[in-house]
């Protein structure tokens, strides 16, 4: 860019004043002049000589800094980011800087003397000539926002600010023009954004509702309307505790809300019943948030209404399929418990006597048959019914051990570990340190330990199982861990879901308010922890 330099130059009609008074003999000065006289007046003569070069080096520093300054304003004038146009009356363009060239897309010295509103597009030129109009009859500072024609591919809309001044006889027009293209669009996204807001809004099957610090409604959707059984029109201007069903919530909603915008804690959803205009009652979700300004200033509320009265009803529903659920898997427990009971007892008091008495009866033949050959078919079914009754003792401990019965828990955790361990070769300790308990609850973590061996055998090869058990004052700590295969994490919840084993342990548990938890990793064994809560056998 090239620069405008700056020079001084004195004014003629100064220069030929001081050649005059050169020429012009002073009246004052006397011909005959002694030499002192002559040396004071060359003394004084030098000194206002040196006067006279030190205000001329004054006058050159301040003519630089002129210079200077008006170089600046110069760069300021062509570098801004805003274009400045001069205009004569008639709108003819005199000056303009680089910028204004720039958004005419064409060369500065090729604008000046052109019509300004010839770069004006046709949509716009009567705005431009009704602002030029009442520039130039002297109103005070004008604006407008007109779109240039110029050769791009899309419109460049830029804003205009002018003042009219009168300069000796003539008057100018001074322009500022501002690029505000990207505004524009900006402001266009905006307003389809908020088209497209509104409308979602509408279509929405949730209330939404804007609420000021007072608890006032300022906006309203459709669907918050119709939760309300009113014109959405009618929703805004009421306040939030209006459509509350019950006066006491309606003081504390109030006092909440003015606990919310004095500490604004965290939004938390909160559940509330309100009555529709047609008296119904209405369950409903409020989850909400703060609405602040520009200046980051609480200015109010945003909340999304949900009707969650069919929910709730559905869940109470639920809760009561699954409460007679439960009451009948308790039932089914306990009268399979019966059966087994039962069926243990038959098998004892009725096939054993039965097979012992057979047994007895085929013992006194072969004593007194004199025949080999029948004493050693008579011995082939001695042993056939010792290993019958044997059997059938081991179904009956199996389906209900009687040393549950009649000693109790920790005591048939023992027998069963000291059974199953010589039976599988599975190393099985037990520890345990409980309580006497009530027979549901003894009966529940015998089969769930029952249940979890069995698993860890058969499914998991384990070589060793640890059993322990113990109680507090309020629950019952049940962990059994095996060195088993152990599970895949991802397989746990496959399991859970397909093994009626693990299904099984778990109902139990659940069934008496317990907690149940496994936890396994492939090649480490399963752990199992049940925690049951219980009364003492007296209490119950």
């Not at 004084?44 to 300054?69: G, P, S």
């Not at 014109?231 to 006066?247: C, K, P, S, T």
């Not at 109010?300 to 399929?321: H, K, P, S, V, Y």
């Amino acid at each position: 860019m090239k620069k405008r330099k700056v020079t001084f130059q004195m004014p003629p009609t100064l220069c030929r004043c001081a050649e005059v008074g050169i020429r012009k003999p002073s009246s004052s000065l006397s011909p005959h002049l002694t030499r002192i006289e002559s040396q004071r007046l060359i003394h004084e003569l030098q000194i206002h000589q040196i006067e006279l070069e030190m205000q001329n080096e004054e006058l050159r520093e301040v003519r630089a800094k002129l210079e200077r300054t008006l170089e600046n304003h110069a760069d300021f004038y062509d570098c801004s980011s805003i274009g400045y146009f001069t205009l004569t009356d008639e709108g003819i363009i005199q000056e303009l800087n680089l910028t204004g060239a720039a958004l005419f897309g064409q060369e500065r010295s090729c604008l000046i003397g052109e019509q300004f509103r010839c770069f004006v597009s046709m949509e716009t030129q009567p705005t431009f000539n009704l602002f030029l109009e009442q520039t130039l009859a002297g109103v005070a500072k004008q604006s407008c926002e007109i779109t240039l024609a110029v050769d791009n591919e899309s419109p460049c809309h830029v804003r205009l600010e002018c003042i009219c001044k009168k300069v000796r006889a003539d008057r100018k027009c001074y322009i500022s023009v501002t690029n505000i293209t990207q505004s524009k669009q900006v402001e266009t996204q905006l307003r389809e954004s908020e088209k497209g807001y509104r409308t979602l809004l509408k279509l929405l099957p949730y209330g939404v509702q804007e609420n000021d610090c007072e608890g006032r409604i300022t906006f309203a959707n459709p669907a918050l309307g119709r939760l309300h059984g009113l014109w959405e029109g009618h929703v805004v201007g009421r306040f939030i505790w209006d459509f509350l069903a019950d006066d006491t919530e309606r003081q504390r909603l109030q006092d909440y809300l003015h606990h919310l915008v004095h500490k604004q804690p965290p939004p938390k959803t909160y559940y509330a019943k309100n009555r529709r205009a047609d008296g119904a009652l209405v369950d409903i979700r409020v989850d909400w948030n703060y609405r602040h300004d520009e200046y980051g200033q609480l200015n109010g509320f945003i909340a999304i209404i949900t009707d969650i009265t069919m929910q709730r009803e559905m869940d109470l529903r639920l809760a009561e399929n699954t409460e007679r659920l439960q009451r009948l898997s308790r039932k089914l427990l306990s009268v399979q418990e019966e059966e087994r009971r039962a069926l243990a007892r038959e098998l004892h008091d009725d096939f054993g006597q039965q097979l012992g008495a057979l047994k007895l009866n085929l013992a006194m033949l072969k004593r007194d048959l004199q025949d080999s050959m029948h004493q050693n078919r008579l011995g082939d079914c001695i042993q056939i019914t010792e290993y019958t009754c044997e059997h059938i003792q081991n179904i009956a401990r199996q389906l209900r051990p009687a040393i549950l019965d009649d000693l109790g828990l920790a005591e048939a955790l023992h027998w069963y570990a000291r059974n199953q361990s010589e039976r599988t070769g599975c190393v099985i300790e037990v520890q345990s340190q409980i309580p006497l308990l009530s027979p549901k609850l003894e009966t529940a973590v015998f089969r769930i330990v029952q249940e979890a061996v069995n698993n860890a055998i058969r499914h998991g090869e384990a070589h060793q199982i640890d059993i322990v058990v113990t109680a507090d004052h309020e629950t019952l700590s049940l962990i059994i861990q095996d060195d088993g295969l152990g599970f895949d994490s991802n397989a746990i919840s496959a399991k859970l879901k397909s093994g009626l084993g693990l299904i099984s342990m778990r109902e139990r548990t659940e069934l008496l308010n317990g907690q149940f938890k496994l936890t396994s990793q492939l090649g480490a064994g399963v752990r199992i922890d049940a925690i049951i809560p219980y009364q003492e056998l007296g209490h119950e």
